[in-house]
T-cell receptor, first 115, second 112 residues
Framework: NAGVTQTPKFQVLKTGQSMTLQCAQD?????MSWYRQDPGMGLRLIHY???????DQGEVPNGYNVSRSTTEDFPLRLLSAAPSQTSVYFC??????????????FGAGSRLTVL | SQKIEQNSEALNIQEGKTATLTCNYTNYSPAYLQWYRQDPGRGPVFLLLIRENEKEKRKERLKVTFDTTLKQSLFHITASQPADSATYLC???????????FGTGTRLKVLA
């Protein structure tokens, strides 16, 4: 049981390049989400999904795309990277526990630098 | 929009003392509130959840309180140890939206 797996762990991009951050979970969780973490800003929600085929925007969705074709995978795509997207990205998943409360399980993070 | 504030960016305490971290929220009435721990270079890890109808929750040396009138949660670590040094985050769900909102965190350092 690996939990939430993120790849790559580190990535350096040039402005304008595109890339995909991968996220996979093996816990059969319905809910998956992507956050970015910047100094002094905390974790900010980018996109989330409540199940395969369903995605929605979070607080800071601009410049990012997501899709959810399977329960297990939730990739985050940067279409044209900008220096402002330099950050640490975390994927999280959850499933409702008793009485509907969701507890998030996070991946180890992906550190992205855009030059 | 709702906002979560954790009052201290950093907190240093002596080993053996009780650490108290504060989480305040506005414009919101959450059904529950969560606390996570984050170590450098790692993702947050869930610690405790407290519901709106619970005043206090304990787990080993950890205690969380929840005051819905003050819109505040307090997180206590008793008999603190250097291994407790980490960043602690509070989080709540925007009800019915599946959006989980996090505070900026408090970086705790326990001095030996």
């Amino acid at each position: 049981n690996a939990g939430v797996t993120q790849t790559p762990k580190f990535q350096v991009l040039k402005t304008g390049q595109s890339m995909t951050l991968q996220c996979a979970q093996d816990m059969n969780h319905e809910y998956m989400s992507w956050y970015r973490q910047d100094p002094g800003m905390g974790l900010r929600l980018i996109h989330y999904s409540v199940g395969a085929g369903i995605t929605d925007q979070g607080e800071v969705p601009n410049g990012y795309n997501v899709s959810r074709s399977t329960t297990e995978d939730f990739p985050l795509r940067l279409l044209s990277a900008a220096p402002s997207q330099t950050s640490v990205y975390f994927c999280a998943s959850s499933t409702p526990s008793v009485a509907g409360a969701n507890v998030l399980t996070f991946g180890a993070g992906s550190r992205l630098t855009v030059l | 929009s709702q906002k979560i504030e954790q009052n201290s960016e950093a907190l240093n305490i002596q080993e053996g003392k009780t650490a108290t971290l504060t989480c305040n929220y506005t414009n919101y009435s959450p059904a529950y509130l969560q606390w996570y721990r984050q170590d450098p270079g790692r993702g947050p890890v869930f610690l405790l959840l407290i519901r709106e109808n619970e005043k206090e929750k304990r787990k080993e040396r950890l205690k969380v309180t929840f005051d819905t009138t003050l819109k505040q949660s307090l997180f206590h670590i008793t008999a603190s140890q250097p291994a407790d040094s980490a960043t602690y985050l509070c989080a709540l769900e925007d009800p019915g939206t599946y959006k989980y909102i996090f505070g900026t965190g408090t970086r705790l350092k326990v001095l030996a």
